[in-house]
Nanobody
């Protein structure tokens, strides 16, 4: 399975970005897919997930600002990020989850998001 995250970049606080995760080797609509991020010196954390039934969950820190979605035809998962804050600066990754906190696959390269104040 390959997980290719893209769409990161540098943006000012208050700006928006949309991340994409192109997945090959498995079908995203049959999995719970999640977006994670890892800031410098911090542990990787789950910020958003979308279940096979389409239900979504968000970390409190991004609730109301980030939206996770998927395109089954493209086998791709997206993360729309609005009202970005400097504390959102991190490398963002996608993966499939199981049992709430475990990931199924090896991590892909991730995409860097830098938010300047």
């Amino acid at each position: 399975v390959q997980l290719q995250a893209s769409g990161g970049g540098q943006v000012q606080a208050g700006g928006s970005l949309r991340l994409s995760c192109a997945v090959s080797g498995t079908i995203v609509s049959t999995k719970t897919m999640g977006w994670y991020r890892q800031a410098p010196g911090k542990q990787r954390e789950l910020v958003a997930s979308i279940s096979d039934d389409g239900s979504t969950h968000y970390a409190d820190s991004v609730k109301g600002r980030f939206t996770i979605s998927r395109d089954n035809a493209k086998n791709t998962v997206y993360l729309r990020m609005n009202s970005l804050k400097p504390e959102d600066t991190a490398v963002y990754y996608c993966n499939a989850l199981y049992s709430g906190s475990y990931v199924l696959y090896a991590w892909g390269q991730g995409t860097l998001v830098t938010v300047s104040s």
